[in-house]
């Protein structure tokens, strides 16, 4: 098979990207092999092709939105059957069996895998995985507009479980990149008013466009008090300026994996019970629950695609923000 594979971390104007053929991998018991469709292209790629993670694997094929069709089965596999779609997101396996795993909280397993850095990811025409941590996809969308769902899509969704926001309740939004684009969604779905904060004009008239009950900016002041928040630019000066805005019991959920040194210098932005909590990985129920509500509406997310060959500059426009919608590979 053709893949995309990662030997030398460098910066990718320097291609860390070299294409190779590579033997067709074939699935284990219990594991399914999925003949690639599609698979997006996201900033995390562009970290681990540069250096930002360490090399868990190498060589190492990147991507971790993965989407397909499944063409072969292991030995005892049930749950999927030849000719399913099957998707496959960051998380690529968990134990089961530590303390995390036990308390239902698999995106902290001590012995977790993830797609695209320890285990071989989706810039490929094949990949293999349990059939456990692979979600079965709808099959009336497109694989291209499928594959954001694995990672924006469910990382998202994360996030805004994080929040436990429920119908009538109110939701801070600050930056409006992907995973916000599919939270307003989701959450206007369920009954709950959402405010948008963010810079860019272009993604305020996205919100707009999407349903947002107030967009503005960072200097304009709120017309109410949030029920809870999701804060994305990983800009740690912005916590404080969260905290200012939520209500008593507010909780606020910071979506950077890192950030800039975050200081809060005030207490009363903490008390009467606020909170805050990081997010950090995805488990295979927000996944199954995500794909479950987007297919029930009619989820929308600007796209550019790119076809195969194009990956290394997929990987530049993305780690740039260069790109015109969600980068997607076209693998088929």
Same mark, same amino acid.
């Given at each position: 098979m053709r893949a995309w594979i990662i030997e030398e971390q460098k910066p990718v104007e320097e291609r860390p990207l070299k294409l190779v053929e590579l033997p067709d991998p074939h699935p284990r018991p219990g594991e399914i092999r999925i003949k690639i469709?599609?698979?997006?292209?996201?900033?995390?790629? #562009?970290?681990? +092709?540069?250096?930002?993670?360490?090399?868990?694997?190498? /060589?190492?094929?990147?991507?971790?939105?993965?989407?397909? %069709? %499944? &063409?072969e089965i292991g030995e005892g596999v049930t749950g999927f059957k030849i000719g399913d779609r099957a998707g496959v997101t960051w998380l690529n396996y968990a134990c089961g069996t530590c303390k995390y795993c036990k308390r239902g909280k698999e995106n902290l397993c001590e012995n977790a895998r993830f797609t695209g850095w320890d285990a071989d990811g989706g810039y490929a025409e094949y990949t293999v995985i349990?059939?456990?941590? #692979?979600?079965?996809?709808?099959?009336?969308?497109?694989?291209?507009?499928?594959?954001?769902?694995m990672c924006p899509g469910v990382a998202g969704y994360r996030a805004f479980r994080l929040t436990g926001l429920e119908k009538g309740q109110k939701l801070g939004l600050y930056?409006?990149?992907?995973? +916000?684009?599919? *939270?307003?969604? %989701? +959450?206007?779905? @369920? =009954?709950?008013?959402?405010f948008v904060i963010t810079r860019s004009e272009k993604n305020r008239?996205? !919100?707009?466009?999407?349903? #947002?009950?107030?967009? =503005?900016? $960072?200097? &304009?002041k709120l017309p109410v008090k949030l029920d809870g928040?999701?804060?994305? /630019?990983?800009? =740690? &000066?912005? %916590?404080?300026?969260?905290?200012?805005?939520?209500?008593k019991g507010g909780r606020l959920v910071l979506g950077p994996v890192t950030m800039t040194p975050v200081v809060i210098k005030? $207490? &009363?932005?903490?008390?009467?019970?606020?909170? *805050?909590?990081? @997010? #950090?990985?995805?488990t295979r129920k927000d996944g199954e629950e995500f794909v479950k509500? !987007?297919?029930?509406?009619?989820?929308?997310?600007?796209?550019? *695609? $790119?076809?195969?060959?194009?990956? /290394?500059?997929? @990987?530049?426009?993305?780690?740039?923000?260069?790109?015109k919608g969600t980068a997607v590979l076209k693998i088929r």
């Open positions: 469709m599609a698979c997006g292209i996201c900033r995390t790629d #562009a970290h681990i +092709a540069e250096g930002d993670l360490p090399l868990h694997k190498k /060589p190492i094929i990147p991507g971790h939105e993965i989407v397909g %069709v %499944v &063409d349990n059939e456990k941590f #692979a979600l079965k996809l709808p099959e009336n969308r497109k694989f291209e507009e499928l594959a954001p769902w930056g409006f990149g992907p995973s +916000a684009t599919y *939270i307003l969604q %989701v +959450a206007k779905h @369920l =009954g709950i008013e959402v008239e996205a !919100a707009r466009k999407l349903g #947002a009950d107030w967009i =503005g900016g $960072y200097e &304009d928040s999701i804060l994305f /630019p990983p800009v =740690g &000066d912005l %916590v404080a300026f969260a905290l200012s805005q939520l209500d005030d $207490y &009363d932005l903490l008390w009467h019970e606020r909170e *805050i909590v990081s @997010l #950090a990985n995805v509500i !987007a297919s029930q509406i009619d989820i929308k997310m600007d796209l550019e *695609i $790119y076809p195969f060959e194009k990956a /290394p500059e997929a @990987l530049i426009a993305t780690r740039h923000s260069r790109q």
